[in-house]
C-alpha cells in the first residue's frame, strides 16, 4: 500500500511537528512534540505491514486532531476540550 | 497667490514623517510639502517655501525595519550554530561538509528535525520534496543562498 513508504511517513512526521509547533500553550506544545517524536522512534523498525498500517491511521488520526483543535479553541482551550485531548493522545 | 500653508490645508497622509537630520533636504523638502493637487499643475518652484520652518532643515525620512543583509559566511555561521544546539549533533565531530547519516550517525527522522529548525532559523517553508536531499551543512548552506539570492 502506498501509505507504507517511506515518504509518507517522514511528511506525516513533518505535518504533525508543524501543527504541534503551533499550540499556543507551553505544555502541550512540549507535551505533543515529545509524544510525536517518541512514537515516531519507538515504532521505528517494525516491519509487520498491518501495524504500519494501524499506526499510520493513529498518527493521521491525531493530525486531524491537533489541526482541529487549533483552529476550533485557538483562543481558550475550555477544560471539556482539554480533557478529551489529553486523553485521545495519551491511549495511542 | 497662494500662501505656503502647507501644513494646515494638506490631507494627512501628505504629511512628512520629519526628522531632525542634519541633511541637506532642501529639495526633498519641496517635494514632500507639495500637496496632490500642486503636484498636477506645473508651477514654477518657489524658494519661500522654506521660509514657515524657523529652525534646521527638517526632512522627510520614512524609517523601515529590516533584517541585516544575508552573506554567505552569515548563513553558515547561522547553520553551524544551530546544527551545533542540537543535542543528537557532537559539536566537536561536526565538520561543514559532514553527512548527517554516514558521518553523525542520524537517521532520517532526525533530518527532518533539523531541517525544521533551519526553517525556523531562516523563516521560510522548504518543501518535503528538497528537504529530504539535504544531508550536509555545505548542501544546506548552498540551498540557502540560492533561495535567498545571495551572490556568492
Known sequence: MASCSRSHVISLYRMLMKESKKFPSYNFRTYALRRVKHGFRENQHVDNPRTLDMLLGQARESLALIKRQFTQGRAVLSAPIKSSMMALLSCQ | ?152
Open chain 2, 1 to 152: 497667490m497662494r500662501t505656503p500653508n502647507y501644513l494646515d490645508s494638506a490631507p494627512v497622509f501628505n504629511r512628512p514623517l520629519v526628522a531632525r537630520c542634519p541633511q541637506d533636504a532642501a529639495a526633498a523638502l519641496r517635494l514632500a510639502r507639495r500637496p496632490l493637487s500642486a503636484l498636477s499643475c506645473s508651477r514654477p518652484e518657489r524658494r519661500s517655501d522654506q521660509a514657515w520652518i524657523s529652525g534646521s532643515l527638517v526632512q522627510q525620512c520614512r524609517q523601515y525595519g529590516d533584517l541585516p543583509p544575508l552573506t554567505l559566511e552569515n548563513i553558515k555561521d547561522r547553520v553551524m550554530y544551530v546544527l551545533k544546539l542540537y543535542d543528537k549533533i557532537s559539536p566537536e565531530k561536526l565538520q561543514v561538509s559532514s553527512h548527517f547519516m554516514k558521518d553523525l550517525g542520524l537517521d532520517s527522522l532526525d533530518q527532518v528535525e533539523i531541517i525544521m529548525a533551519m526553517e525556523d532559523e531562516f523563516g521560510f517553508e522548504i518543501p518535503d520534496a528538497e528537504a529530504e536531499k539535504l544531508m550536509t551543512p555545505e548542501e544546506i548552506v548552498q540551498y540557502i543562498a540560492n533561495k535567498k539570492d545571495v551572490y556568492e
